[in-house]
C-alpha cells in the first residue's frame, strides 16, 4: 500500500479500528450528539465551503446542526448516524413563555423535565423545572415515567439503517441511548441529587432502577429492528470533570455501576455492536471499570482534563480499549489557535493514538459555536492526512 491510498470502504475502515487493527487510515467521525457540531459554527462552515443550505436542528437541546451529506463526505467522514425518536404520542414541541422579564424557548422531555434556551441567546438549553426536586422515594411509584417500548420511537429506523447499508459504504452508528445516571439528577435536581447520595441513597437506587427499567425496555425494541445491523452503539453518562470525578467512586462502584454492568451486558447479549461510553472529564480512574461492564470504546478522551494525557491512556489501555475522540485541545486550541497550530495539535494526537488501530478520529465532544471554519477544516484535513498507515 502507498502513502495516502484510501484500500478500504468506510465501514471496513471502522470495524478494524474497533477490532484494534491498523486499517489504511484512521477512521474520521462527525454527527453523534457527543460528536456534532453546534449550528453557528456549522452555519460558518457552510458559508465558508460556499454551500447553500437549510439547517436542520438535530438536538434542540445542544443545538446541535446535521451535518449534510455534502459536508459530511468533503470532510471525509467514515460514519452515519440513525436516531430512534420519542414515543408516538408525544410531541415534543418547543414553546415560547415569559418569565422573569425575558423570553423562553421551552422544550418539556418525556420525563418531564424543562429545558430551556433564552430567545437573546440562543446557544443551547439548560434545564429550568426538576420535576422530581420536591418527591419521596414513595412519589417514584405513581411517577408517569414513558415506556421504553413505545414502538413510535423506532419507526423508520430499520429502513434508514438499511439504505445505509445496502446503498452506502458507510458504518451505522446508532445515537446517544442510554443514559441511566444523569437523567436521575436531570429529575432531581443536581444539588439535591448530590444530597441524596448521603441522606437517602436508597432515593437514589429507587430512581436509578426506574431509568435502568426504561432503557431496557427501549434497548429491548431497538434491537429487535437493527441489532442485526447497528455497527456502533452509543451510551453514556458523564462521570468525570475538569480535575476528576464528579461524585465519590465509592457511590458509583456500589450503586451506580451495577446497573450500568447490567445495560452494557444486555445489550451484548443480543448484537455484535460494538458499545461506546460516553464520559466527559478527567475520567481515567473509571476506565478500568468501564471495561469491566463490557464496553468497547471511551468518548470523547478529554485530553484537557486531569490525567488524560494522549500517550499514557494508550500505553496503558491501548490494547483493550477503543479511543473515539481526544483528537484536538477542543477548550484551548480548537476555537483559539491558528489552523497552523491546529494541524500540529491533531498531526501530534494522532500519531500517538493510531499505532496497531484502536482509534477513531474525533474532536473532544462536540464542536462548539465560535470555533472558526478554517479550523474545522484544518482540524478535519489534518486528520485525514497524517492518519494513513504506512506499509
Not at 474520521?28 to 457527543?34: E, H, K, R
Not at 446535521?66 to 467514515?78: G, I, K, T, Y
Not at 413510535?152 to 434508514?160: H, I, Q, S
Amino acid at each position: 500500500m502507498t502513502a495516502n491510498t484510501e484500500t478500504m470502504t468506510s465501514r471496513q475502515r471502522v470495524l478494524a479500528a474497533l477490532d484494534h487493527r491498523e486499517a489504511d487510515r484512521v477512521p474520521i467521525d462527525l454527527g453523534g450528539n457527543q460528536t456534532g457540531i453546534h449550528k453557528f459554527a456549522y452555519r460558518s462552515l457552510i458559508e465558508h465551503l460556499g454551500l447553500d443550505e437549510e439547517i436542520e436542528i438535530m438536538d434542540a437541546v445542544q443545538q446541535l446542526a446535521r451535518p449534510s451529506e455534502a459536508v459530511l463526505e468533503r470532510l471525509r467522514v467514515d460514519t452515519r448516524y440513525i436516531h430512534a425518536g420519542a414515543a408516538a404520542d408525544f410531541s415534543g414541541n418547543i414553546v415560547t413563555a415569559r418569565r422573569d422579564g425575558k423570553t423562553w424557548h421551552d422544550l418539556t422531555d418525556e420525563f418531564g423535565v424543562r429545558w430551556s434556551m433564552p430567545a437573546d441567546s440562543p446557544l443551547y438549553m439548560d434545564i429550568t423545572h426538576h420535576p422530581l426536586a420536591e418527591a419521596t422515594i414513595d412519589d417514584l411509584s405513581e411517577y408517569p415515567f414513558p415506556k421504553g417500548n413505545d414502538r413510535g420511537r423506532f419507526a423508520g429506523l430499520r429502513e434508514r439503517a438499511l439504505q445505509i447499508r445496502g446503498e452506502t459504504p458507510y458504518a451505522v452508528i446508532g445515537g446517544i441511548s442510554g443514559v441511566v445516571y444523569e437523567i436521575c439528577w436531570y429529575m432531581r435536581g443536581l444539588e439535591r441529587w448530590f444530597m441524596d447520595m448521603i441522606e437517602q441513597p436508597d432515593f437514589c437506587e429507587a430512581l436509578l432502577d426506574r431509568t435502568l427499567a426504561f432503557w431496557l425496555d427501549w434497548f429491548d425494541v431497538f434491537l429487535d429492528e437493527v441489532g442485526d445491523l447497528v455497527d456502533v452503539i452509543m451510551i453514556g453518562d458523564d462521570l468525570a470533570g475538569q480535575s476528576g470525578p464528579l461524585f465519590r467512586p465509592e457511590f458509583y462502584r456500589r450503586v451506580v455501576k451495577p446497573r450500568h454492568k447490567q445495560l452494557v451486558q444486555f445489550i451484548k447479549s443480543r448484537t455484535s455492536a460494538k458499545i461506546w461510553y460516553h464520559t466527559c472529564g478527567a475520567c481515567r480512574g473509571y476506565i478500568a471499570d468501564l471495561l469491566d461492564n463490557g464496553i468497547d470504546a471511551l468518548n470523547p478522551v478529554q485530553i484537557a482534563a486531569a490525567e488524560m494525557d494522549p500517550g499514557q491512556l494508550k500505553a496503558e489501555f491501548g490494547d483493550r480499549l477503543v479511543f473515539w475522540g481526544g483528537g484536538i485541545d477542543a477548550q484551548h486550541v480548537l476555537p483559539r489557535a491558528d489552523t497552523e497550530t491546529v494541524r500540529e495539535h491533531v498531526r501530534r494526537n494522532v500519531g500517538v493514538f493510531k499505532p496497531g488501530g484502536g482509534y477513531v478520529f474525533n474532536n473532544v465532544h462536540n464542536i462548539q459555536a465560535g470555533v472558526p471554519a478554517e479550523n474545522i477544516l484544518a482540524m478535519y484535513d489534518a486528520a485525514y492526512e497524517h492518519g494513513f498507515y504506512r506499509a
